[in-house]
C-alpha cells in the first residue's frame, strides 16, 4: 500500500504515536498491516505497536480501518453469484456450544442459504470443525470452488476457514497469543470481524458469550466487544445483530465432540434440553430477520418458522444432506449410537441436597480437556467420543446422591484427572434456594442506516 504524498510511513513512527496516544490515520493503519503481511515489518515491531494498541485502544475509525486491511491482507470469498445474500453466525466460543450444528440446518430449512467457514476448538472452548469430524469420513478442508458450489447445490456448507484468508489477522494472533497482547477489544473485535468480512457475508448474528465459561467475563466486556463488532460491521456495510448470552454454566447437556453432535441431532428432532433449543431458535430466529429475502420479516414470525422447521424435520434434512455432500456417514446421523462412544464413564453426585449454585464452565471446559476431549496446543489431536455431560442447571434443586455429571473417557489416568477436577473446582450446592441463569442479556443491532442497543 502506497503512503499518501503528505505522510511518510515509518514502523517506528506509527509504534510512537500509538504510544503517545495519537490516533492513526487510515493510510498508516494501512500501510502497516501491508508491510507486516509483506514481512517487510519485523514481529518486534509489530509487537510493540500491539502492546501500545493494548494500553491505548483505538478509536472507532482505527478499529474499522484495521478490520478492513486485515480483510484485504487475502483473499476474499465472493458468494454473490451462488447465495442472494449470505447471512453468517459467530460464536465468541464456549462450553457446549452445539449451536450451529443446529442453528445453520434450521435457517436453510427456512429458506436461507448459509455457506460458512468455522473453527476448530481452542483452549476450554469448543469448534464446530471438531464436532463435524466425529461423524465418519466428515470433510471439514473444500476448495473455494467446492465450498460454492455446496452452497450454490444445497445452500448450506460448513467448512474451515481457506489458508489465505485474513493472513494478517492470523499472523498478528499468533504473535498476540505470545506477547500477552490478546485482551484488547479493537484488537479481538477486529480479529474476529475480519475474517466473518473476508468469508463474504452480507450480515452477521453474533453470539457473544459471557460468563466463567467464555473470554469476556463481565457483562460490561462482552457488551464492550460486542458493540465494537458491530460498528465495524455498520461501517464495512453489513448488518450485524450482536446477542450477549450466557455462558457461566455449560449450554445444554453435552460438552465433547461426539456427545454434542448427538445432543445436535436429538435437537433437530426436538427432543433437545430446552436450554438448548430455546437459544437455538433465538440464534436461528435472528438470522432469519437479517435477510431482506426471508419470507418472516418479524422476530416472532422468524421464531415460529424455526420451531416449524424442527417439528416438520424438515431442518433435520438439511443437516443429513449436508453430511452426505461433505462425505460423512449418514448412517451415523440416522442412528446417532452409531458415533464414537468412550470406554469408560463415571459419575459425579451432589453430596448435599440443596440447590445447585455453581457449574463452572470454565472447569467443564478443561475437564473435556483433561480426558483428551480438546487441545491445548494448535493441531494437537482429540478423542472425538469423550466428554462430560452436566445433567442439570444452576437453580436446580438436588438431593444428595442425584447424579450432576457424567464423565466420559478412554483413559483412566485422565478419567481420574477430569473427575478430580469437577469434585474440586466445577460445583458447588448450596442450601438457600438460587435463582436461574437467564439465557440471554441483551441485544445489539446495528445496520449500514442505522445503529441501535434494545
Ligand atoms: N478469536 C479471534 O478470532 N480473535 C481474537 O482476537 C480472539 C478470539
Redesign the pocket.
Known sequence: MKPSSSETMSAVEIISLKRDKKPLSTAQINWFIAEYTADRIPDYQAAAWLMAVVLNGMTRQETSDLTLAMVRSGDQADLSDVVPYAVDKHS??GVGDKTSLVVLPIVVACGIPVAKMS?RS?GHTGGTLDKLESIAGFQVELSIERFKQLAKENHLVIAGQTANLAPA?RNL?AL?DVTGT?P?IP??????MS?KIASGTDAIVLDVKVGEGS?MKSLAEARGLATAMVEIGVDAGKAVTALLSDMSQPLGITAGNALEVREAIETLHGEGPNDFTDHVIEIAAQMIVLSPHSEYQTIESARDAARQAIQDGSAFGKFRTMVAAQGGDVRQVDNPELLPTAEFCETITAAQSGYIERLDALQIGQAVIDVGGGRETKGAPIDHAVGVETLHKIGDQVNRGDIVFRVHANDQARLARAIKRLHEKALAVATEPVEGRPLFYDTISGSPSHHTSR
Not at 187 to 192: C, E, F, K, T, W
Open positions: 465468541t466460543g473453527g481452542l489477522d494472533y498476540r490478546i484488547s484488537l479481538i473485535a477486529s480479529s474476529i475474517k473470554f
